[in-house]
Structure formats: structure tokens, C-alpha cells
């Protein structure tokens, strides 16, 4: 199936687009990899034909290749890449499939390649600048979402100028390509085009399937990884109050700052780490700043590039990677040698079993006692993560280093309805300057607030090269307003908590106002179970009282109800201990000296979570 042609583009004229058969070495049917569950996951938010997830892209012509050549370079690009021929089919819509139930995660959806078929590429010559014209055309020939079952993951057309191929343009999906693919194909497209005999792609997603389900399966040290950052990650960087959201809801503001990147250079040299994790640990500490947390948790986009075959495989590889950095004391200065070491252990440990970290998720937000929202990225585009041709500009010397923050240049990029992120930080590809891009989901930050961000991260960086930055006056020097929480919130742990709004909640869920929630030192009931409570046992902790009722009678039922009622919250953390009473006090502050019929953590029991239909 072959998407309709694009609208007119200003200066194309359409001729009689051509078809190109196809022919690969095999075809066959697999579970997804775990690189395209990811994209997967994402695209089920979207609504059926939203194009957020195709990439528009040029490849130019060269030289003096004539029509049929550039068609023949189309047809064996698609045969050499099984990603470019496959089909992602949900078990059941045809009768056939490889088993699994994960609905909207990928374990349901199997890929699907085909052997062989054909592919519609349309014609067109331009009356001048060819190459602009062919990415007003690959734009439009993106701007409409895939139909993942039924068509190829590519659409593509010729753009010519007096009868000669100048330009090819293309629209793909992300399930089948990632920035590294692109690179790989840029580097093969002037080759095919010329005719070359390339050998064949050692590695392909139907291989990388296969290996990703070996016994054993890779990634154990990187469920390790996980399992620790989520017990120490904070459940929500939003855990405040939401706000009317800007419509559309998710904002996006961009920076050009030559400045910034030099800072960053100089701040890498200077402290012996990389300017990724220059660029990770001041985005976490601006958003740490804003939302008055001690610890930032971003979720780093890993290429897993650096995995046997995969380095050699087009199609997308990338999985969410967690980085937890400390933030609570000490200077910038000392928050990245610590941060270059998390962000470091982050991408040695990106490629791991979604379906295990998910469970691994899941049982952290049981024991938490509220959903984990993580949705904070940092994803760093750049190639091999550095920057190549800056100017030769002396970070040491204050005037120049302010001369060129003269050329620092911010935009906005976009709104959109969608978005699986509350905020999301980005490098772009530009090699020259730090290029960079923050979007924020408006129900809970201002949308100006991505553009004063992009500024606040320059300032931090070029200041903390002439003196050390505390991190305590991260806001301030970036010129940020940290959030505002009502009478009420109150910090427990690495989380803030509205307490009565989950003291309403609990009441909600008995049913009646014979139920109170109140922070207590954790280590003041002697008697309990040390291991039946979340967190440290110095920590202040919730505890919920109530009268025992049918239903409500153990911990463990108490638990089940708060967490289903709470679900999606992240102003309510569930009380990590309940005190089951036999009647009510007289007043409102005797519920401690209640008689107790039964008291305790209520997560023990595993068989709750499947209550929930965890």
C-alpha cells in the first residue's frame, strides 16, 4: 500500500510516478525488538494517522545518474534493509501471530517482512533549487501517519531538474529508522547510486529479535540498574499542583548558543567528563531547581550502538536508560563528577528486557505506594555525542566568551496536543553550536518556561566557568521560579505529598470520614515489621488510620483500594502503614491511642497487584 501523492509543492511539477519491485534475501515474522517496542509503546498515545513519529528526509543526487538508476538505488536500499520491508501486524488481525497479550506495549505486535513487493515512487521535476524543493516534498510526503500493518515504513520520490535525478525525498517511519540508521543510509545512498556492489547487512531486526530472546537473555546487569535508580529516583518530578493547561498542551522552544557549547567543552576538559553528561547534569539541575527536588530522575534516550551486530543494524535500537543525580548540596562542579558517573552507568546499561523492567516499575510503585511517573528525557542526538568546528573561542577570557553569547539565538518550534513527556530536553545535530530544544507539558510548567530554561542552562554553564555555582542558586542564576507548594505538601522521602488530599483519598476509599492520615516518624512504632514499611526507617513516614469494615479489614485490602483509587496521581502517595482500628476516637487527634485490631504495610501479598491488574 502506497500513501496518496502530496499536494502541490511550489515549483514541482508532477510526472507519471514509476514502481519499483523489490526482491530481499529473506522475509520472515518475529516478536518486536526491544529498541522498536519503544517506539511502539510511544505511538499508541497518538491518535490514528498523527505523523509525530515519521522523519522527513533528502538524500541528494550526485553526478550524472540518470532515472532508471536512481530507481534502481530505491529498489536495493529496500532489499537490503529488512526494517525499509516490514510490517508491524497485531496478533489476531489476520489470524496469524507469536502469542503475548501486552496491549499497546509491543508484546501483542509481531514484524513482519516481506520477501518482496513493490513500492510506488513518485516523479517530479523542479524549476529551480531542487534540493529545497525535494524537503518541502519529503515534509508533505511525512506529514500523514503510517499505517503500520499495511504499509511500508518508507515513501519516497524523485525530484528532478531538466529530465536529471538532483534529489531524493523521503518520509519514514521511526519504527523502521533511528538517527544512527540515517547515518548508515546516507553513507550507502551515493554508493547504490553509483552502482556499487555492497555486501549485505550482517545483522538485521529479525536477527536482533531472535537474540534478544536467547537463554540467557542479555540485560541482567541492567535490570540491576533500574531496580536501583527507581528505589532512589523520586515516583514523580511533578509531584505538585497541575495548572490550566495552554492549548495545545505541550510546548517546544529551541537555542542556538555557540557560548554554551564552548562552556561546555571547557567544563568537560576541566572536570574529566563528556559534554553529554555537561549537558544531563545541568538539565537535571535546572529541573531539580524548578521542582524543589534534591535528586532529578531523567530517563536518557541510549543508542545501545555499542551492543555486538547492533552497530551495524539499521532500524531503531535506542531504550529509555534511568539517571538519577543527586542534587540536594555542593556546587555544580561537584553534581557533575558525581552525574558523569550515573550518566555513564546509564548507557553501559540501556538494553534490557522491557517486559522485566516494567514489572520491576510496577513493583516499585506497589511498595512507593503511588505510580511511578518518570516522564522526564534527555536525549543527546548529537554524532558520537561531541561537537566538531566550534569557534576558537578562549573560555577563560570573559569578554569573548560574552561577545559570543551575542549569537545566541532562541525560537519557538511547536505545540502539540500529544506527548508522551512532561518535559524533555534535546540536543540537536548541529556541529558548530548547542543546539538545543525543551519541551514541557503545560498542566504543569508555564510553556515560557522551556524558553527561560534554554537560557538558564547557558547562564549556568558560561558562569560555572568562571566560578563555582551552588547548587542552591541553580534558579536564581538561571533566572527560574521554582514551583509553589500549598499548605500541606509535605516532603517525605525523595516525594512530596499532598497529605490532605490523601487523607481525603483514604476517606474515599472507606467510605466514610472514620479514617485520618498522619506523618510520623518511622521509627516510632517499635513493634512493627521494619520490612513491611517503604523507605528508610528514620524517614518520616504516612501512616492511615481507619475502623475496620468488611473489604477493608486487612493492610493488604486497605492497600489494593488506595493504590486503584490513586492511580495516575501525583499528588497522593498511599500511607505506608495502616492501622486498622476496631471503633473511632473521640476526636480527631486520638486515633494513635486507638484500640488496634491489625496493622502493617499491606504490600506483602503479590497476588494484590493482580487485583489491580498489574
Known amino acids: 500500500m502506497t500513501a496518496s501523492p502530496p499536494a502541490q509543492v511550489t515549483g514541482l511539477t508532477a510526472l507519471p510516478p514509476r514502481t519499483v519491485e523489490f526482491r530481499g534475501a529473506r522475509g520472515g515474522q518475529a516478536a518486536l525488538t526491544w529498541g522498536q517496542q519503544g517506539i511502539w509503546r510511544s505511538t499508541q498515545w497518538l491518535d490514528d494517522g498523527d505523523p509525530y513519529f515519521n522523519l522527513a528526509w533528502t538524500l541528494p543526487v550526485t553526478g550524472a545518474a540518470g532515472l532508471d538508476a536512481v530507481l534502481r538505488a530505491v529498489g536495493r536500499l529496500v532489499e537490503r534493509h529488512e526494517t525499509l520491508r516490514t510490517a508491524f501486524v497485531r496478533n489476531g488481525e489476520d489470524g496469524e501471530g507469536t502469542g503475548g497479550n501486552g496491549e499497546g506495549t509491543g508484546e501483542n505486535t509481531v514484524q513482519r517482512v516481506s520477501r518482496e513487493g513493490r513500492l510506488t515512487v513518485g516523479v517530479y521535476e523542479a524549476a529551480a533549487k531542487p534540493m529545497s524543493a525535494a524537503k518541502a516534498l519529503a515534509a508533505e510526503l511525512a506529514a500523514t501517519g503510517f499505517d503500520y500493518a499495511a504499509e511500508l515504513p518508507i515513501r519516497c520520490a524523485v525530484v528532478c531538474q531538466r529530465g536529471r535525478p538532483r534529489a531524493l525525498a523521503l518520509a519514514l517511519s521511526h519504527l ?229 553569547r551575542d549569537r545566541t539565538r532562541t525560537f519557538f518550534v511547536g505545540a502539540y496536543s500529544k506527548v508522551k513527556a512532561r518535559i524533555f530536553f534535546a540536543t540537536g545535530p548541529a556541529p558548530s553550536t ?11 510548567l508555564p510553556g515560557d518556561v522551556a524558553g527561560r530554561m534554554l537560557t538558564g542552562l547557558e547562564e549556568l554553564l558560561v558562569r560555572a566557568v568562571s566560578e563555582e555555582v551552588p547548587l542552591d542558586q541553580v534558579a536564581k542564576v538561571a533566572g527560574l521560579d521554582p514551583v509553589l507548594r500549598p499548605a500541606g505538601w509535605t516532603a517525605i522521602g525523595p516525594d512530596w505529598v499532598d497529605v490532605p488530599e490523601t487523607e481525603a483519598l483514604l476517606r474515599r476509599v472507606c467510605g466514610t470520614d472514620l479514617a485520618a492520615v498522619v506523618v510520623e516518624d518511622a521509627g516510632d512504632d517499635a513493634g512493627d515489621d521494619a520490612g513491611d514499611d517503604a523507605g528508610d526507617a528514620a524517614a518520616a513516614r504516612l501512616t492511615g488510620y481507619l475502623v475496620a469494615r468488611p473489604g477493608l479489614d486487612t493492610p493488604e485490602a486497605v492497600h489494593t483500594a488506595v493504590m486503584r483509587a490513586a492511580a495516575g496521581r501525583t499528588d497522593v502517595l498511599a500511607p505506608h502503614h495502616y492501622v486498622l482500628c476496631t471503633a473511632p476516637p473521640a476526636g480527631p487527634a486520638g486515633w494513635p491511642a486507638c484500640p488496634r485490631l491489625i496493622e502493617g504495610g499491606g504490600r506483602a501479598p503479590s497476588s494484590a497487584m493482580t487485583v489491580l491488574g498489574r
Request: glycine content about 8%; some cysteine.
Open 176 to 404: 523502521a529508522l533511528d538517527g544512527w540508521s540515517l547515518n548508515m543510509v546516507a553513507a550507502e545512498w551515493p554508493r547504490l547510486v553509483a552502482g556499487e556492489d555492497l555486501p549485505g547487512p550482517g545483522w538485521q531486526p529479525l536477527d536482533q529479535a531472535a537474540s534478544e530472546r536467547s537463554d540467557p537473555p542479555p540485560g541482567g546487569q541492567a535490570l540491576r540498574h533500574w531496580r536501583t535508580g527507581l528505589a532512589s529516583a523520586p515516583r514523580s518530578m511533578f509531584d505538585f499542583p497541575t495548572r490550566e493547561p495552554e492549548e495545545p498542551r505541550f510546548v517546544r522552544h529551541g537555542m542556538d548558543s555557540p557560548a554554551a557549547a564552548v562552556a561546555a567543552e571547557a567544563l568537560a576538559a576541566r572536570h574529566g567528563v563528556t559534554t553529554s553528561s555537561v549537558l544531563t547534569v545541568a538539565s537535571a539541575a535546572l529541573l531539580a531547581a524548578v521542582t524543589g527536588h534534591p535528586t532529578a530522575a531523567l530517563q536518557l534516550i541510549v543508542s545501545n550502538r555499542h551492543h555486538p551486530g547492533m552497530e551495524a543494524m539499521a532500524g531503531p535500537a535506542a531504550q529509555d536508560g534511568l539517571c538519577v543525580v543527586e542534587l540536594g548540596a555542593g556546587t555544580f562542579a561537584d553534581a557533575l563528577r558525581h552525574g558523569h558517573r550515573r550518566t555513564m552507568a546509564t548507557y553501559r546499561n540501556g538494553h534490557y528486557d522491557p517486559a522485566l523492567v516494567q514489572a520491576a516499575w510496577e513493583a516499585e510503585a506497589w511498595d512507593r505506594g503511588a505510580d511511578i511517573d518518570l516522564d522526564a528525557f534527555f536525549n543527546d542526538v548529537r554524532q558520537a555525542g561531541r561537537w566538531q568546528g566550534l569557534p576558537p573561542v578562549d573560555p577563560g577570557d570573559a569578554a569573548a566568551l560574552a561577545a559570543l
Open 434 to 444: 548547542c543546539e538545543f530544544y525543551v519541551l514541557v507539558d503545560t498542566a504543569f
